[in-house]
């Protein structure tokens, strides 16, 4: 999904859409947006500093288990 600030949602979801398969079924389709949506989150925590080490992920995975 391109993030272009000139781009709303609507566009950015038909873009996206128009160049899934057109076999495509509509949870594929609905896969994709989803995919989409979640990596652009992500760098958007990225870019803004929201993010953990890899040495707190490991302790807080650890503390799980008691």
């Not at 929201?50 to 650890?62: A, C, F, K, V």
Request: charged content about 30%.
């Amino acid at each position: 999904m391109a993030t272009s600030s000139a781009a709303t949602a609507k566009e950015e979801i038909l873009d996206l859409v128009g160049q899934q398969p057109d076999d495509s079924s509509f949870d594929e389709i609905l896969r994709e947006i989803a995919l989409a949506r979640m990596i652009a989150r992500g760098l958007a925590d990225s870019e803004a500093g929201r993010t953990i080490s890899h040495e707190e992920i490991g302790q807080r995975i650890r503390s799980w288990a008691g």
